[in-house]
């Protein structure tokens, strides 16, 4: 008996590795906890049992990632919202859509409290807002169209907090799960926040770019892909994060362990991640019904002409809406 056993052990040893398959996916910016269910997936070695081998490339502000997907040199793109994904389509750039892993982009409006401020209709009426020159051009745009603000109180957003924080009248931009940290950091008080979400900004975010040769040829890649990164944000939001949250912390030093859960927290109380048809269909739902609501009131808001994009090409639905994920959420405890 010992030696057939050591004879079929000697057997087990020698059989070749299952080969995994090497993926580069690239991020918008640079590492913190709104990416942190792709590392917890490569942490918790999710990926690896998905038989992926996963690299990621993260952005910043000297970085961009974007032309690497249609160039062929990373595999995934985490990008933005579904402007971008609009963008591509119109212009002919051969991506796709395959998974959101927010329900909610985290875009957001600050002001300061007791100001006036806690009612989002109040926001047109403040005297000066600081919001970024790509945000001037796009949600702000809805924003005027749908809401009634003006372009008079415009004033540029240089991702300094210092204007804002010396006028108590004054709104600005922010990534809902970022910016309200930052200020409670700087100024020991919590700012007021509405999310755009909350009040029509109907697109997914933190979308999950690939090519369009990929799914056609590989789909069983993307779907693997697809189910991992799920998993990972399960595990993320639901379990222990202190390896990717570590993981996250070597790739960008300026992020702290207090900053990283102080976000999770936001995301969970948000609704940022897990929520509306993520929470019954796992997350990165997505529908095209959503997708086309979204193009319409951006169409209404003159950035897009009726009929330039076409919506077939802009996510495909083949790899979401499974429930991927949701027993490992239900055994966490997820809520």
Do not use: C
């Amino acid at each position: 008996m010992r030696a057939r056993f050591i004879a079929l052990a000697a057997v087990l040893l020698a059989a070749p590795a299952i080969a995994q398959d090497k993926i580069t996916f690239a991020t918008n910016w640079k590492a913190q906890a709104a990416h942190g269910g792709f590392y917890q997936a490569v942490a918790d070695g999710t990926y690896k049992k998905y038989g992926l081998d996963v690299t990621i490339q993260p952005g910043g502000p000297q970085v961009n990632n974007r032309p690497l997907l249609p160039a062929g040199r990373i595999d995934f793109l985490m990008t933005g919202n579904l402007l971008h994904s609009f963008d591509n389509v119109k212009n002919k750039v051969p991506t796709v859509v395959v998974a959101s892993m927010f329900q909610k982009d985290p875009q957001a409006l600050l002001a300061h409290p007791g100001q006036g401020y806690e009612t989002f209709a109040n926001l047109k009426n403040a005297p000066l807002a600081l919001i970024a020159k790509d945000g001037q051009f796009s949600w702000w745009q809805w924003l005027k169209v749908t809401h009634g603000f003006k372009d008079e109180v415009l004033k540029p957003y240089n991702y300094n907090l210092g204007p804002f924080l010396a006028n108590s009248k004054a709104i600005q931009q922010g990534y809902s799960v970022a910016e309200p940290i930052y200020v409670e950091n700087q100024a020991k008080f919590k700012p007021v926040v509405h999310l755009l979400a909350d009040h029509g900004f109907s697109t997914y975010s933190t979308v999950i770019e690939a090519r369009t040769d990929t799914v056609k040829n590989k789909p069983d890649l993307v779907q693997r892909f697809v189910d991992a990164s799920a998993i990972g944000w399960v595990n993320y939001l639901y379990g222990n994060r202190q390896a990717a949250n570590a993981m996250m912390i070597q790739a960008n030093p300026e992020m702290t362990e207090a900053e990283m859960e102080a976000s999770v927290v936001l995301m969970k109380s948000q609704g940022i991640v897990d929520s509306g048809e993520a929470a019954t269909k796992g997350i990165g739902a997505m529908n095209a019904a959503r997708v086309k609501d979204f193009f319409d009131q951006m169409v209404k808001a003159g950035l897009y002409k009726a009929g330039e994009v076409d919506l077939a090409q802009v996510a495909t639905y083949q790899f979401v809406n499974k429930g991927v994920g949701q027993d490992i959420k239900a055994r966490l405890g997820g809520k």
